[in-house]
């Protein structure tokens, strides 16, 4: 079973920057071996919604709405995922799941909240 630990979540202002990271907890997760692994988000009374991920072989995909500001970068050796968020808007404001694909499952990381206030 993968667990997954996100951290890295706040209150900015509009404009500002945070820095979210998602790190693997079992010993033998390999980012390297996984089918794909990313962040979602979800504002309140919304549907969650794909923000960024990365699949095996290293493409990564961006929403629309993020693309330009966001990047998902990993450290394979720290088996984590970062997501740094640049020029942050309101509308950014959610709770942002870190995910990973393997072996036909998903696992989930337990959300962090991130909030801009305008």
């Known amino acids: 079973q993968v667990q997954l630990v996100e951290s890295g979540g706040g209150l900015v202002q509009a404009g500002g920057s945070l820095r979210l990271s998602c790190a693997a907890s079992?010993?033998?997760?390999?980012?390297?071996?996984?089918?794909?692994m990313g962040w979602y988000r979800q504002a309140p009374g919304k549907q969650r919604e794909l923000v960024a991920a990365?699949?095996?072989?290293?493409?990564?995909n961006y929403a629309d709405s993020v693309r330009g500001r966001l990047t998902l970068t990993t450290d394979n050796a720290k088996k984590t995922v970062y997501l740094q968020m640049n020029s942050l808007k309101p509308e950014d404001t959610a709770v942002y799941f870190c995910?990973?694909?393997?072996?036909?499952?998903?696992?989930w990381g337990q959300g962090t909240q991130v909030t801009v206030s305008s």
């Open positions: 079992e010993t033998s997760f390999s980012i390297i071996g996984i089918n794909a």
């Open positions: 995910y990973a694909d393997r072996g036909g499952s998903r696992y």
């Open positions: 990365i699949s095996r072989g290293g493409r990564t």
